[in-house]
């Protein structure tokens, strides 16, 4: 799973990071989590509102920092739809 965490560097920024991998190391999942810090990048990306997350290439959070069994379910629904024909 490739996830980017999109934020400046922010404290909500660091909250995001440190969720998602909290969250994907509880499930056990193999991962590659690459920060994006700079802002030509995050607005290429299509981030309006930092912190985001993005998961296999596409945006599923921004503006806010969940919980881990949030991210935990954000992640596994991701790899269910990543397997679905």
Not at 50 to 66: C, F, I, M, N, W
């Amino acid at each position: 799973m490739q996830v980017r965490v999109f934020g400046t560097g922010c404290p909500n920024c660091r909250r995001l990071e440190a969720a998602a991998r909290d969250a994907l190391e509880a499930l056990g999942m193999p991962y590659e989590l690459t920060k994006v810090e700079a802002l030509a990048d995050i607005t290429r990306a299509g981030v309006l509102r930092t912190p985001a997350l993005e998961v296999d290439g596409h945006l599923v959070l921004q503006g806010r920092v969940p919980g881990v069994t949030e991210m935990k379910h954000l992640f596994a629904k991701a790899a269910e739809t990543a397997h679905t024909p």
